[in-house]
T-cell receptor
Framework: DAKTTQPPSMDCAEGRAANLPCNHSTISGNEYVYWYRQIHSQGPQYIIHGLKNNETNEMASLIITEDRKSSTLILPHATLRDTAVYYCIVSGNTPLVFGKGTRLSVIA | ETGVTQTPRHLVMGMTNKKSLKCEQHLGHNAMYWYKQSAKKPLELMFVYSLEERVENNSVPSRFSPECPNSSHLFLHLHTLQPEDSALYLC??????????????FGSGTRLTVV
């Protein structure tokens, strides 16, 4: 699996957009970019995934650079309930391997 | 409720005990997984079952024994565990060929403490 690099922690003011970066410079052509989050002591929750194009759903937007070597997860209006560890994972047809992720703290 | 149910939520067991963790999914998925998450560490993949066959075993000690009797149920049998096996054990399910789907659905986990 391609490895990803994420900052260990970030802060975001409540109501502002949270932009979480991820580098995946060795991604292969058939590998997707997945984002999950884990709220304290719960199971990870799927957020969004994409291959080449930008994606948006009710939770977030995913922006993938044209060369696919990096991506950004955007939470448009962060709330206190968005405080969690966010994982960026690249995977083709292999089991998901989780790294350390980014601990996002949303501050009132 | 995510569609993946794990029981029990909490378990305390002695090193000589035998216990089992149970996972059940109601999503019609055909692949199931066990992950281990120790304190302040990333999730570690333990076992993968695809179409009820074990397809991956990530060098997990034999004191952990998985069982997948059908596509909806997954067990993790535990015996003679060590205190360092204390962790959150997470079950997940997905469709084979998950790269085109929504990925994995996780249960809430079993918090295991070995004393």
């Amino acid at each position: 699996d391609a490895k990803t690099t994420q900052p260990p922690s970030m802060d975001c003011a409540e109501g502002r957009a949270a932009n979480l970066p991820c580098n995946h410079s060795t991604i292969s052509g058939n590998e997707y970019v997945y984002w999950y989050r884990q709220i304290h002591s719960q199971g990870p929750q799927y957020i969004i995934h994409g291959l080449k194009n930008n994606e948006t759903n009710e939770m977030a937007s995913l922006i993938i650079t044209e060369d696919r070597k990096s991506s950004t997860l955007i939470l448009p209006h962060a709330t206190l309930r968005d405080t969690a560890v966010y994982y960026c994972i690249v995977s083709g047809n292999t089991p998901l391997v989780f790294g350390k992720g980014t601990r996002l703290s949303v501050i009132a | 409720e995510t569609g993946v149910t794990q029981t029990p939520r909490h378990l305390v067991m002695g090193m000589t005990n035998k216990k089992s963790l149970k996972c059940e999914q109601h999503l019609g998925h055909n692949a199931m997984y066990w992950y281990k998450q120790s304190a302040k560490k990333p999730l570690e993949l333990m076992f993968v079952y695809s179409l009820e066959e074990r397809v991956e075993n990530n060098s997990v000690p034999s004191r952990f024994s998985p069982e997948c009797p059908n596509s909806s149920h997954l067990f993790l049998h535990l015996h003679t565990l060590q205190p360092e096996d204390s962790a959150l054990y997470l079950c997940a399910s997905s469709q084979v060929g998950y790269a085109t789907g929504e990925g994995y659905t996780f249960g809430s986990g079993t918090r295991l403490t070995v004393v």
